[in-house]
T-cell receptor, first 113, second 111 residues
Framework: SQTIHQWPATLVQPVGSPLSLECTVEGTSNPNLYWYRQAAGRGLQLLFY??????ISSEVPQNLSASRPQDRQFILSSKKLLLSDSGFYLCAWSVLAGAGEQFFGPGTRLTVL | GEDVEQSLFLSVREGDSSVINCTYT??????LYWYKQEPGAGLQLLTY?????DMKQDQRLTVLLNKKDKHLSLRIADTQTGDSAIYFCAETPSGNTPLVFGKGTRLSVIA
């Protein structure tokens, strides 16, 4: 069966520090991968999605970036965190792009102080 | 741009029915989804409906789809305290683009 992991579960970082969040999927090949941010009262905001290694689509211009160094690994990064980067970050995968059902990871709670 | 609308809050008494409403924008959406998010957790797929259906029932859950009005609803019968969560609807926009989610409805169940 397929599983999705996110690391770390919680993170407290000072403003201006770098960020690296990791998402890995097991039990499937060539998944479509997604990063979302959930801020209080703002629902789910799609940040990036990837249909294959090295293929990243950015939905929202900001100080975050994403990379997909391996088929089942998706990394969310920042060189300098802002207060507004605080939130709950969710990774998801799907078999199909577009209409496909998405499966979500447990999330990473990021607090920027 | 696309915007899936949901009311933000709903409060019901234990044992009553809950109805969560959603208005979507893309009439060509093939599937419409309902996800549930419990506190501090990721989203889990609750149910979905194919666009050529009007209704789908799954135990305590009933999904109604009105394509003409682009309106989707989720009814939870005999609501329990364990149903307290945020419920997201999502549509499948045309083209090969990801699901579009609403902002979520926070359901509070009062014992």
């Amino acid at each position: 069966s397929q599983t999705i992991h996110q690391w770390p579960a919680t993170l407290v970082q000072p403003v201006g520090s770098p960020l690296s969040l990791e998402c890995t999927v097991e039990g499937t090949s060539n998944p479509n991968l997604y990063w979302y941010r959930q801020a209080a009262g703002r629902g789910l905001q799609l940040l990036f999605y990837s249909v294959g290694i090295g293929q990243i689509s950015s939905e929202v211009p900001q100080n975050l970036s994403a990379s997909r160094p391996q088929d089942r690994q998706f990394i969310l990064s920042s060189k300098k965190l802002l207060l507004s980067d605080s939130g709950f970050y969710l990774c998801a995968w799907s078999v199909l792009a577009g209409a496909g059902e998405q499966f979500f990871g447990p999330g990473t709670r990021l607090t920027v102080l | 741009g696309e915007d899936v609308e949901q009311s933000l809050f709903l409060s019901v008494r234990e044992g009553d029915s809950s109805v969560i409403n959603c208005t979507y924008t893309d009439s060509s959406s093939t599937y419409l989804y309902w996800y549930k998010q419990e506190p501090g957790a990721g989203l889990q797929l609750l149910t979905y409906i194919f666009s050529n259906m009007d209704m789908k029932q799954d135990q305590r859950l009933t999904v109604l789809l009105n394509k003409k009005d682009k309106h989707l609803s989720l009814r939870i019968a005999d609501t329990q305290t364990g149903d307290s969560a945020i419920y997201f609807c999502a549509e499948t926009p045309s083209g090969n683009t990801p699901l579009v989610f609403g902002k979520g409805t926070r359901l509070s169940v009062i014992a």
